[in-house]
């Protein structure tokens, strides 16, 4: 069907069925003054999350994570870690990110931003370090919304809080 739709919209305009020359769409600058903020914000936020979780599949704090999260987001994966590492476990697989930037204030001193993330945890498993086996973690969804807040603190954006919604699920 979607085949059938494009190559109606190709027909020459005299409608005798012959392909039109196409042409290249004429590339537009965004209408969005904070397009490229928005652009860093999510670059930080995703790469948080790769540093998250590298710390969470060995049990250890990532080096690079501090370069990407601080305050209040900082502190909760390191807690997280703290409790896999009391209980022998690591998380293995990955998750799905579906960040969205959902505000952004680039005239604030210091300039904030705020995320919402979908997180599929559907192939992120919590396993025992000696046995390699999966850990039950109950019936919690695995899909969940997540919430961040940034601020660009010297010139440099940096995720500042992050909480999950337990109350959504997305």
């Given at each position: 069907m979607a085949l059938v739709a494009l190559s109606a919209g190709c027909s020459s305009p005299?409608?005798?069925g012959r392909a039109g020359k196409e042409t290249a769409p004429t590339p537009t600058k965004s209408t969005d003054p904070d397009a490229a903020e928005k652009t860093v914000v999510l670059e930080v936020y995703r790469s948080m999350w790769k540093a998250r979780n590298r710390t969470y599949a060995t049990a250890k704090l990532d080096s690079k994570l501090e370069?990407?999260?601080g305050n209040k987001a900082l502190s909760n994966i390191k807690v997280t870690l703290i409790y896999y590492q009391d209980h022998g476990t690591v998380l293995k697989g990955e998750p799905v990110n579906s960040p969205e930037i959902t505000g952004i204030d680039t005239a604030?001193?210091?300039m904030k931003a705020t995320i919402a993330d979908c997180v599929d945890t559907s192939h992120y498993d919590e396993v025992n370090v000696k046995t390699g086996?999966?850990?039950s973690v109950g019936t919690a969804p695995?899909?969940?919304v997540y919430n961040a807040t940034a601020i660009n603190?010297?010139?440099k954006w940096i995720?500042?809080?992050t909480e999950i919604d337990r109350g959504r699920t997305c």
């Open positions: 005299g409608g005798d370069d990407y999260a604030a001193k210091p086996k999966k850990v695995v899909r969940v603190s010297n010139g995720i500042w809080t």
